[in-house]
């Protein structure tokens, strides 16, 4: 659900606290400490007192060792109100300036095949991205995100068809309408409905390279299937590409998803089984009231999800980690 995420913080006495743990590991750097990542956060601790945070609350909450299986809004709550206790700060003082938000999918068909098969999110080309462990994904980007989709299974070696889709936020003015600004918005149902509902408008806006019969098609609709489903859009100018991409559309709505009959043995509309994993996968995460979800034994002494969780004395300092 939320995966990445990068906080500001400004807090004197938090930077001593940091600085003062040893198994962080900071070095010096021309105006920053950087510390060695820990779970898979990353701290960086500038003169200017800014305490920068980096990294998957997601793998933060499996110890740091992957985000393949599910994350649910009760573990979001918990992993955030722990982070918060153990540095002593309240969730609304943990700016937001990324966020990385997106689900794991069991789908009917394998990954890769549709990893081939993407071409565009809005006008914006797909292209295949290599990470350091050997794998890829495949990802378009404009200027406020990154819409990333990729074999979630491949990355870990699990067995089944896992894919991972997500949309990573590069400027917050994208989630402008979404009000999301603090982790303690990250806590409230409400918020994570919204980015649910953007997530599943982002997958809306992708285009898949679908084999459609010709013999549907006059001989200029052939050549728009031609151009957009082999050409390089990159290569385009913007008006044309944008011209292309909305009359390839059109023919894949009429032709396939008309009257929801798959040509030539094509797998079943797949951008509507992976439409409603999506929407399903996000409702089943986010499903009900965090502390109604809990056991009364585990509910003891938690705060209200709707209230700003305050630092709980009790909790080991964070040079104790």
Known sequence: MIDFVKIWIYDEELTRQLLENARLGFQRGRDRYTSTPYKNLKFTLHDSGRTEIAGSLHKYFNDGAHNWNNFTRVDLWDTIHDLCQWLKIAPSQAELKNVEFGVNLTTPF??????????????????????????NYYQAKNFDCFVKCYDKGAQYERPGNLLRFEVKVKSMRFL?????????????????????????????LVLIRERLPATKLTANERDTVETV????LKTIGRRQ????????????????????????????????VVAGLIR??????????VCNDLQPAEDAGRPDVCNDPQPVAAKPDVCNV
């Open 110 to 135: 394998s990954p890769p095949e549709l990893l081939r098969d993407l071409i565009a999110y809005k006008s914006y080309s797909f292209g295949r991205v290599s990470v350091r462990n050997g794998g």
């Open 176 to 204: 402008h309408g979404a009000d999301v600004r603090t982790l303690q918005d990250l806590m409230k149902a409400e918020k994570l409905a919204t980015l649910g509902a953007m997530l599943s408008e982002a997958w809306e």
């Open 229 to 232: 489903t082999t050409q390089d």
């Open 241 to 272: 590409r944008y011209q292309l991409l909305k009359e390839y559309r059109t023919l894949v709505e009429r032709t396939l998803h008309g009257d929801g009959t798959p040509p030539n043995g094509t797998p079943p509309d797949r951008k509507k």
């Open 280 to 289: 399903d996968k996000w409702q089943h995460l986010t499903k009900g009231d």
